[in-house]
Every structure is written in C-alpha cells, then in structure tokens.
C-alpha cells in the first residue's frame, strides 16, 4: 500500500482474538483502534526525528490494549513504557505477547527490564502508580490519547506536576496529547478537563503546536514541550 511507503512501517498485524470488525487487511482485521494507533506512532516518530533523537524512549500513560506502542516498534521507537491499571495491563499484555515477533521484548511490572542486544525494542508494561517512583529522565515523549479528560484534575496534575519536574538527559522533553474538549461529565460526576487549559498552570510547559485530530472528530491533537527550566505552577 502506499500508506505503508509513506509511513514506512507494515500496518500488518497478528490478530490477538476473532470477532474482530473492521478492514480486511493482507490475512487480518484491523479495526479502527489499531488504525489509530499507527497514525500516532507515526507522529511520535515524526517528532522525535524532526528533534534528532537518536535512541527514541517514550511513555504512555492508560495505554490500553498496547496498539500504539506495538506499532511505535515499527516506526523504531527502542524503548517503550505502558502506565495503566493492572486490569488494562493484562489485556495489553495479552495482546502484545501475542501480537509481537522475536525481536521484541516485552517486560512486565516487576520482571528484569534489562536490554538484550538480540531485541530490536524493549515495551514495559508498568501499573500506572510505577510512574512516579520509576526514573523518568531518559524519556524523549510522553503520549496519552483519549483518557486525560476523564482521569481527574488531581490525578492530571500529578502525572504533569511529576513529569515536568524531571530533569531530562537530553535537555528537554515533548508531551503528545490527542483528547477531546466536550466538557461531558466524569465517573465522579465532575466535568472532563481540557488539557491545553491546565497546561497553561506550567511555567516552563510550552505549546508548539495544536490543530484538529482528522481520525476522529472532536478531537485536538497538541504538542507541548517542557523547557530544561525548574518547574512552576502557576
């Protein structure tokens, strides 16, 4: 396909279970997740080497079933980090443990996360609570798609508030955020948070850019980067 020339990466995947919709796609289903999951690993590789980082390292936080970071490998992203809730980690453990060849290294919460050079990429699947006591600083990008909005304004902050405050090895990090702006009421019964206004409580969080996200409407797609000052929020 030229979309595959073009992303230069194979959307081919492994179906993980049956009864799946979507596009019949040379001998498996991908469904509209997986399409998604493709379009941004492609945009967090595209970023990352706009910026020249060599060794891509990105985190996600409510990773779901683990499509993005299936297909971040692909587009060669070396190290790639999960944080969700245990219940979501067994499913995106199951998914990739089926779904990824030999060269790539899947390591759960609490196994050995050292790389061996016979893998081309590394994926840790980590409980979300693993990030803040794991070290960040290694991390070029971090990715969150379809789940700020409805986390919570304190467990938002605490994730930004933890993040912006790393001291990155290479100077600085990116954030990738593709959410919807709806307002629409929370489990708690509290209204969903805009991300690009609680951004704005961040000193030294920047905007770069910010445009309307195509694959689904009502969705922004925003990039922000965190410049190597000392974190204030406002």
């Known amino acids: 396909l030229n979309i595959e020339k073009e992303i230069g990466f194979s959307l081919s995947v492994m179906n993980p279970a049956s009864g ?6 040379e001998n498996c289903i991908l469904d509209a997740r997986m399409i998604e999951a493709a379009s941004s690993a492609f945009k967090i590789s595209k970023v ?17 079933l683990g499509w993005s970071a299936y297909y ?4 060669g992203i070396k190290q790639y980090s999960l944080y969700d809730l245990p219940f979501m980690n067994v499913l995106s453990s199951y998914t990739l443990l089926k779904t990824v060849g030999d060269n790539i290294n899947i390591v759960l919460s609490g196994e050995d996360a050292s790389h061996n050079k016979k ?11 693993d990030f803040f006591t794991d070290n960040l600083e290694s991390f070029d990008l971090l990715f969150n798609q379809d789940s700020f909005p409805e986390i919570g304004m304190m467990n938002f902050h605490n994730y930004i508030s933890k993040y912006s405050e790393v001291l990155f090895k290479s100077g600085k990090s990116l954030i990738l955020s593709i959410n919807q702006e709806s307002k629409g009421k929370s489990g708690t019964n ?35 980067e965190i410049s190597p000052q000392k974190k204030i929020r406002k």
């Open 20 to 25: 799946l919709y979507g596009l019949d796609f």
């Open 48 to 64: 990352l080497s706009n910026d020249k980082v060599k060794n891509k390292k990105v985190c996600e936080i409510g990773a779901g």
């Open 72 to 75: 971040a490998t692909k587009a």
């Open 119 to 129: 893998y081309h990429s590394t994926i840790h699947i980590k409980n979300a609570d």
């Open 190 to 224: 509290e209204n969903q948070l805009v991300v690009n206004k609680e951004m704005k409580e961040y000193s030294n969080i920047m905007l770069r850019r910010r445009h309307a996200y195509w694959l689904r409407p009502g969705y922004v797609e925003e990039l922000f």
